[in-house]
């Protein structure tokens, strides 16, 4: 059965800030867009994804987390499948800034890896729990772990999307770790995988440079990082309230991917530190109430949620916090786009369908012992 009711409405709260974050995404990009290209159709893009985003979403509420469990395979072989059709040549494959990571689908550029992070947490919560004697007493779990990330990570790293591989990476591993296995053989494999991701950046000139520029140069010099230096410029601006909305300067021609990546520094700009604070606590809250939400699923005895719970939240945890720090200048600059916020189809949508699942986790804990024997 596809759908099935609960008997329980989504946590209104949870519900209420997801949102609320949605709208003042929108909002935000629209402003930083609309100085940015001079063009309303980035705005009614953006809604459309968003309208589409909250209709799958719906659905989703609607699915027990059995029937994701049940698909998950065929849904990360699915999603393999389209990494790999990213890297074929112009016009099925589309590249944009050196990167090829877009699907040319004419009418909108889909972007895989936004699916991988989702398909992956719902494939290796299942695969965590049909292995879980191998996870928790072998290296042999690890093992097949790593190749099941790594069946990703080739692809999204021939597309040159590092930050996604990392995000993937991370969220696996971390998944491993609640699942039981052992803290020595997890280090033994980060560092592996650390290794091998510190050799494709000394092999790539412009990933190396723009590493040692940022750690090496002084900011404010010559040889300091333009993006950086623009995106504290604007906040530096911003002060605590900000120059009011749609007020901001940044966003016109100094501030690269102010719609996208460096949406942060332009909130910092427009709505000051106050309008930061309320985007990080709004993150904070629904992160920390979504891994209470895995910490009670795993007490009803539901490892799969629990699991999928997690993992979303160690993803979207990795996300939001790497964005906010690249703004800050703390990190160097990297393609992250704020979940919810930022300018992108392909995020907002899995980043609504993931809440969605957080959502549809919470229905089925609080749902009558007769429901949940049926979940997982």
């Given at each position: 059965?596809?759908?099935?009711?609960?008997?329980?409405?989504?946590?209104?709260?949870?519900?209420?800030?997801?949102?609320v974050l949605i709208i003042f995404g929108w909002i935000l990009s629209f402003s930083a867009s609309l100085a940015h290209f001079d063009s309303y159709s980035y705005v009614r893009k953006q809604g459309f994804y968003i309208v589409l985003g909250l209709i799958v979403g719906f659905f989703v509420l609607k699915t027990p987390l059995s029937f994701f469990k049940l698909h998950s395979r065929k849904l990360f072989i699915f999603s393999l499948i389209l990494l790999?059709?990213?890297?074929?040549?112009?016009?099925?494959?589309?590249?944009?800034?050196?990167?090829r990571r877009w699907i040319n689908f004419v009418v909108f550029k889909f972007q895989p890896s936004e699916m991988m992070k989702l398909a992956m947490i719902l494939f290796m919560a299942g695969f965590l729990i049909r292995q879980e004697k191998e996870v928790t007493g072998s290296l042999t779990g690890i093992g097949k772990t790593l190749l099941i990330v790594a069946s990703s990570g080739l692809l999204t790293m021939l597309e040159t999307d590092l930050g996604a591989t990392i995000i993937i990476t991370i969220t696996a591993l971390s998944m491993l770790f609640i699942a039981g296995s052992y803290?020595?053989?997890?280090?033994?494999?980060?560092?592996?995988?650390?290794?091998?991701?510190?050799?494709?950046?000394?092999?790539?000139?412009t990933r190396l440079d723009r590493w040692l520029s940022f750690w090496m140069n002084d900011l404010w010099g010559k040889d300091g990082v333009h993006q950086t230096q623009q995106a504290l410029i604007g906040i530096g601006r911003g002060d605590w309230t900000g120059t009011g909305l749609g007020a901001?300067?940044?966003?016109?021609?100094?501030?690269?991917?102010?719609?996208?990546?460096?949406?942060?520094?332009?909130?910092?700009?427009?709505?000051?530190?106050?309008?930061?604070?309320?985007v990080l606590f709004s993150f904070a809250y629904i992160i920390n109430k979504g891994f209470s939400i895995a910490k009670e699923a795993l007490k009803h005895g539901r490892k799969y949620s629990s699991y999928v719970a997690f993992g979303i939240c160690t993803w979207f945890s990795m996300q939001v916090g790497v964005n906010i720090a690249m703004n800050l200048g703390l990190i160097p600059i990297k393609g992250f786009t704020l979940p919810l916020i930022s300018y992108g189809g392909s995020s907002m949508i899995f980043s609504i369908i993931a809440l969605a699942i957080i959502l549809r986790i919470d229905m089925e804990n609080r749902a009558p012992y007769s429901k949940q024997r049926d979940y997982v």
């Open positions: 059965m596809i759908f099935n009711k609960t008997g329980q409405s989504p946590d209104t709260k949870l519900l209420v800030t997801i949102v790999g059709i990213v890297l074929l040549p112009d016009p099925i494959g589309f590249s944009a800034n050196g990167a803290i020595k053989e997890l280090l033994m494999a980060g560092a592996g995988i650390l290794g091998g991701l510190a050799l494709y950046v000394f092999y790539d000139p901001g300067i940044q966003k016109y021609t100094k501030l690269p991917e102010s719609h996208t990546d460096m949406i942060f520094a332009i909130i910092g700009e427009e709505l000051g530190i106050i309008g930061m604070l309320f």
